[in-house]
Nanobody, 122 residues
């Protein structure tokens, strides 16, 4: 399974913005879906957003209208633009993918990043 590499977390004031990035390392032929999940202390992990290779997007209700997910297939990277941030958005954000296919005929599933902390506070 592939360890995804995340970046972009940090501390931001309410109403501010952050942009998260997540890249799958190595030589990759395709990634069927990519997405973001988050988990706050004492709470279960929840869906933030997903995007398929065909461009189909799904957002969690709590972020709809404020967050935007996108992907750059040439860079094997998924982004999460977070606007109008609220204290309730404070969590560790985890990147996830569906099946990754390399050029040697191998497939990798259940791929996660290490998590990046997002803190929204004044």
């Amino acid at each position: 399974q592939v360890q995804l590499v995340e970046s972009g977390g940090g501390l931001v004031q309410p109403g501010g913005s952050l942009r998260l990035s997540c890249a799958a390392p190595g030589s990759i032929r395709s990634i069927n879906s990519m997405g973001w999940y988050r988990q706050a202390p004492g709470k279960q992990r929840e869906l933030v957003a997903t995007i398929t290779s065909g461009g189909s997007i799904n957002y969690g209700d709590s972020v709809k209208g404020r967050f935007t997910i996108s992907r750059d297939n040439a860079k094997n990277t998924v982004y999460l633009q977070m606007n109008s941030l609220k204290p309730e958005d404070t969590a560790i954000y985890y990147c996830n993918t569906g099946v990754i296919r390399d050029y040697s005929g191998r497939y990798y599933s259940g791929n996660w990043g290490q998590g990046t902390q997002v803190t929204v506070s004044s």
